[in-house]
T-cell receptor, first 117, second 112 residues
Framework: EAGVVQSPRYKIIEKKQPVAFWCNPI?????LYWYLQNLGQGPELLIRYENEEAVDDSQLPKDRFSAERLKGVDSTLKIQPAELGDSAVYLCASSSGTSGGTPDTQYFGPGTRLTVL | AQSVTQPDIHITVSEGASLELRCNYSYGATPYLFWYVQSPGQGLQLLLKYFSGDTLVQGIKGFEAEFKRSQSSFNLRKPSVHWSDAAEYFC??????????FGAGTRLFVKA
């Protein structure tokens, strides 16, 4: 079974440029997460989707970040314009949903390492 | 508010020695607790999780963790460390609604 796929793996851009990250979750997983991981820190949730609906985007900086999951499968996270402080690893994860009210295991992709110069 | 504290930024152990990584959490209700491992350039992989029941949880790769409600702890242990265990380890706490909070991580170094 293929895992969570993310591309690109690495991206270097200059500040004020736009950038987009793509994620394809495990087949059949309805829940998709985007996390931000700063150097030396744990992942922080940016947005969570249930199918195509963003059910938790409270931590997404909406002035410059946007995300979409149009058909409830793959997803794109965009930053426009990028700032120096956006340099980090962007992780995507997916899960199959709840099991009797308890959270299901999240499966993580390898991440996209963004460097903003 | 939920929070997770991993007191040790990094730990060095000799190959074959035992390991314990500390994790303390703050959560107002019964927590769901997780340990993940992240190797360089890789995503996080779930080692084990605690939802309810037996407070000693067995995971993959020979790891186990013990939930101690009175101490708000969920420490990860392994009786004999292998060089391939060198990685970053994250403790996480979650509850209803899927909100999962991760600790800052503990980097494990293994000496030959």
């Amino acid at each position: 079974e293929a895992g969570v796929v993310q591309s690109p793996r690495y991206k270097i851009i200059e500040k004020k440029q736009p950038v987009a990250f793509w994620c394809n979750p495990i087949s059949g997983h309805n829940t998709l997460y985007w996390y931000l991981q700063n150097l030396g820190q744990g992942p922080e949730l940016l947005i969570r989707y249930e199918n195509e609906e963003a059910v938790d985007d409270s931590q997404l900086p909406k002035d410059r970040f946007s995300a979409e999951r149009l058909k409830g499968v793959d997803s794109t996270l965009k930053i426009q314009p990028a700032e120096l402080g956006d340099s980090a690893v962007y992780l995507c994860a997916s899960s199959s949903g709840t099991s009797g009210g308890t959270p299901d295991t999240q499966y993580f992709g390898p991440g996209t390492r963004l460097t903003v110069l | 508010a939920q929070s997770v504290t991993q007191p040790d930024i990094h730990i060095t152990v000799s190959e074959g020695a035992s390991l314990e990584l500390r994790c303390n959490y703050s959560y107002g209700a019964t927590p769901y607790l997780f340990w993940y491992v992240q190797s360089p350039g890789q995503g996080l992989q779930l080692l084990l999780k605690y939802f309810s029941g037996d407070t000693l949880v067995q995971g993959i790769k020979g790891f186990e963790a013990e939930f101690k409600r009175s101490q708000s702890s969920f420490n990860l242990r392994k009786p004999s460390v292998h060089w391939s265990d060198a990685a970053e380890y994250f403790c996480a706490v979650g509850g209803g609604g899927f909100k999962t909070i991760f600790g800052a991580g503990t980097r494990l170094f293994v000496k030959a």
